[in-house]
């Protein structure tokens, strides 16, 4: 299985207050989170990480907190994220693409207003915001294939390709194209004027 997620936070204090977080310490949102992510990503899964993993914390215990985390690991950049082993990820960028059964995802930590295929079903998966699930409703509403993988918006746990693409399409039953016989009355989302961003 593939997942995604960003903006964990992890060693960031100031994050309870500003995202308003229901943990009473930063140890416990830690253990938290990684419990959610360890609960749903296997040793095996592949893990597109949107960046911000940790923040306000020195470069090896931010490195001992992400070799916790299953999976193989795919940093894509973020804002916070600093100089952590290499080792830990199979690879490292700053913008990334890749295509599951068909379907294009585009990936960066920042949302993006425009974006490569877009105009042929791409997804634009993204972080930063730290939106509620709202934001992700609103998008999908205005007909606009872009998601916030961040553990804000979806209930502090790691999000699957699939359900991404059951998020938007609803009917596919994997990802890519749909079954002939669910072609008919399939509602089509294309980029449309987009919801407002802001950033944190």
Same mark, same amino acid.
């Given at each position: ?6 903006? %964990?936070?992890?060693?960031?204090? +100031?994050? /309870?207050?500003?995202?308003? #977080?229901?943990?009473? &310490? ?12 360890? &609960? ?16 306000? %914390?020195?470069?090896?215990? !931010?490195? #001992? ?5 299953? +999976? $193989? ?9 600093? @100089?952590?082993?290499?080792?830990? *990820? ?9 295509? *599951? ?20 079903? &791409? ?8 939106? &509620? $699930?709202?934001?992700? %409703?609103?998008?999908?509403?205005? +007909? ?8 804000? !918006? ?9 359900? /991404?693409?059951?998020? *938007? ?16 009355? #399939?509602? @089509?989302?294309?980029? +449309?004027?987009?919801?407002? /961003? $802001?950033?944190?």
């Amino acid at each position: 299985m593939v997942y995604f997620t960003s903006d %964990l936070h992890l060693g960031h204090p +100031g994050i /309870i207050k500003i995202k308003q #977080r229901p943990f009473s &310490s930063v140890q416990e949102m830690n253990e938290f989170l990684i419990k959610n992510y360890n &609960s749903v990503v296997r040793k095996t899964d592949k893990v597109y990480l949107l960046g911000d993993l940790c923040h306000y %914390l020195p470069v090896e215990q !931010a490195s #001992r907190m992400i070799a916790q985390l299953n +999976g $193989r690991k795919i940093l894509i950049r973020g804002n916070h994220d600093k @100089k952590y082993e290499p080792q830990l *990820f199979e690879e490292i960028h700053d913008f990334a693409t890749a295509s *599951f059964q068909g379907t294009c995802f585009v990936m960066m930590h920042y949302p993006m207003l425009a974006w490569p295929k877009e105009r042929k079903g &791409s997804i634009q998966l993204h972080g930063h915001l730290h939106e &509620s $699930r709202e934001y992700n %409703l609103l998008n999908r509403e205005h +007909g606009i294939l872009r998601y916030d993988v961040g553990v804000d !918006a979806n209930q502090f746990y790691p999000v699957s390709v699939n359900q /991404i693409v059951h998020f *938007f399409f609803g009917d596919k039953e994997s990802v890519g194209e749909p079954s002939p016989d669910k072609q008919k009355g #399939r509602k @089509k989302l294309t980029p +449309g004027k987009p919801p407002g /961003i $802001r950033q944190v």
